[in-house]
């Protein structure tokens, strides 16, 4: 069970995966099954398993199903979207747990860039556990990470318990369309 908390530290960075790139390591995780069906479909598997290294704000099956019904669909079926939206996801570095300490320390709100172009916001929220206990709840832009690092072959997994949609939002607004639309707008759209 996850709690309310989640420290990000190097020492609790998980090593379990650091032989598996981050294509694999997220499959055997079995908690992204969607963020994988969009990431083949959107053609990104390749950067997935490269050998760059990357940094990977990976939402949960849940976060996606937390979206009005019928979103995750429209995006299957809208490819340069698609691929947009799981860039947002995506640095182009590695940034490990300490680094995103060391960043956020002092109340700092840094913003690293994503592979979409757009950027997210590292901040934390510092709760005291006890005298000699602190713990930093952590979040990319509003998600929050609910679980320390996965350290693999090409870089850093950091589970989210929200899709980041503040990139494209921007990009769709300059469109002049919306970033998620439910079943019945998008039957509207269709239909026009």
């Known amino acids: 069970m996850l709690t309310a908390t989640t420290t990000i530290t190097a020492e609790t960075a998980t090593t ?8 694999k390591a997220s499959k055997s995780t079995g908690r992204f099954k969607t963020l994988m069906q969009a990431v083949e479909r959107a053609g990104l598997t390749d950067t997935l398993r490269s050998n760059e290294q990357f940094t990977v704000f990976a939402p949960t099956d849940e976060a996606f199903r937390n979206l009005p019904t019928g979103t995750v669909d429209g995006w299957m079926k809208d490819l340069p979207k698609l691929k947009s939206i799981i860039n947002c996801h995506i640095v182009d570095r590695k940034i490990t747990a300490s680094e995103i300490h060391e960043m956020t320390m002092n ?14 916001k590292l901040k934390t929220n510092l709760t005291v556990q006890s005298r000699d206990n602190s713990k930093q709840t952590v979040y990319a832009n509003d998600a929050r990470i609910v679980r320390p690092g996965i350290e693999t072959s090409n870089g850093m997994i950091y589970v989210v318990d ?5 990139g494209v939002e921007e990009k769709e607004k300059r469109l002049g369309r919306p970033a998620i639309q439910n079943d019945r707008d998008r039957m509207a759209d269709e239909a026009a």
């Not at 995966?17 to 981050?22: D, R």
């Not at 109340?107 to 994503?114: D, R």
């Not at 929200?162 to 503040?166: E, G, Q, S, T």
């Open 16 to 23: 379990k995966y650091k032989m598996s790139n981050m294509l």
């Open 107 to 120: 109340g700092s709100v840094p913003s690293v860039n994503t592979l979409q172009g757009s950027q997210i």
């Open 162 to 166: 929200k899709v980041l949609l503040a």
